[in-house]
């Protein structure tokens, strides 16, 4: 049997001839990828997210209650504040210039994707509340597995109730339908997921897929006095797979083209019946099957979409989950051509600052990335 690791560097180096041969343009903005960037420090939360306007040349970060936004040089553009909520994973999309990202205001049960006009960041200080620049959409399907009562005590209690454990959203990006490589690309939405080890329910990720094509019907004003709940009622999908428990779910989430693969970056877990990797992958490719959830009544009766891991990376022997030791919680992004920028979080509280370095993907299972050196890109 041939090394899946193999296979998946020769594939790379296959797309990325292809991707430099067809595309000019794409390759001409990666060579503008600075090879390091400081996100700044800033009176907030830690990093939680990154996106990147690969054709523009713009960096944006999320300090969960301050979005950053920086050119590929370094210089400062502007700056967005003005929320209480905790602002989580970004993706840019390409298609209508505007960046995604999770934002959570757990005590009113409201869960909220944030679209930012990304182009109209343009000085520091840009006041979310009384700015159209920063408008939001409510995802009922996550309020409702969060405030679900499991126990029928009247109370919500997070090591017994919260459906899957759920507490809240964290990761999102831009992708394909799951079993797709192509067609049209879809937000994807992970779970945030409580670590509660005594619980047997909480040991899948939670990812959910929208159709955002008619999301400007949906998008309202933020408005943290009067949480709306404006959004989108149906999913495109569903979807379950079996990581083992992490600490607070997928905090980053990203697809990457060249590899066609789904990363999914997480905080590591404290069961000790598995492997508690950093970071996991799903292939684009797997179809998703029909099957009932390990360790969670089906009390609804209905089997889930169930998703397998990438068949590469270290594997546990005991649990057959595979993943790596890859830092890529807070912060991590792939902009084409098997590169990534990771970030790395440090600072003291409310002085955070983030900084990038660009990577490129090995394939191997003890170091899946290493820095981009030199002055050439890819």
Known sequence: ??????????????????????????????????????????PSGHVQGIAVDVQGGYLYYSF?????????????????????????????????????????????RAFYIALIDAGRIDRPGIEAGTSDVFRTVHLAEVASDYGADLDGDGRLDDTVDRRYGCSG???????????????????????????????EDNDHQVLLQYDVSDWHRYARPLDEAKPHRSGPTELHGKYFVRTGNTTWGVQNLSYDESLQRWFMGVY????????????????????????DLVGVPAADGKQKQLLELADDGLKDAATGVRGWNQKADVGFQPVGAGLFFVSVNSGSKR????????????????????????????
């Open 351 to 378: 002085a955070q600052t983030a900084d990038l370095t660009l990577m490129r993907w090995t394939g191997d299972a003890t170091r899946p990335f290493v820095p981009v050196t030199g002055k050439r890109i890819p």
């Open 169 to 199: 959203i964290d990761g999102v990006g831009f992708g394909p339908a799951f079993g797709q490589v192509d067609g049209p690309r879809y937000l994807t939405v992970a779970y945030g997921i409580y670590g509660n080890t005594a619980r």
């Open 64 to 108: 969960t209650d301050l979005l950053a936004k920086y050119d590929f040089s370094g210089r400062l553009i502007g700056t967005l504040v003005g929320w209480t909520g905790h602002l989580g994973d970004l993706d840019f999309n390409p298609a209508d210039g505007k960046l995604y990202g999770s934002l959570e205001y757990k005590e009113d």
């Open 1 to 42: 049997m041939s090394d899946p690791r193999s296979t998946i560097r020769v594939a790379a180096a296959l797309l990325l001839c292809t991707f430099v041969a067809t595309a000019e343009p794409v390759a001409t903005s990666l060579s503008r990828l600075p090879l390091a960037q400081n996100g700044g420090t800033w």
């Open 268 to 291: 590591r877990g404290r069961k000790p019946s598995f492997p508690n990797y950093l970071l996991f992958a799903i292939d684009a490719r797997t179809q998703p099957q029909t099957g």
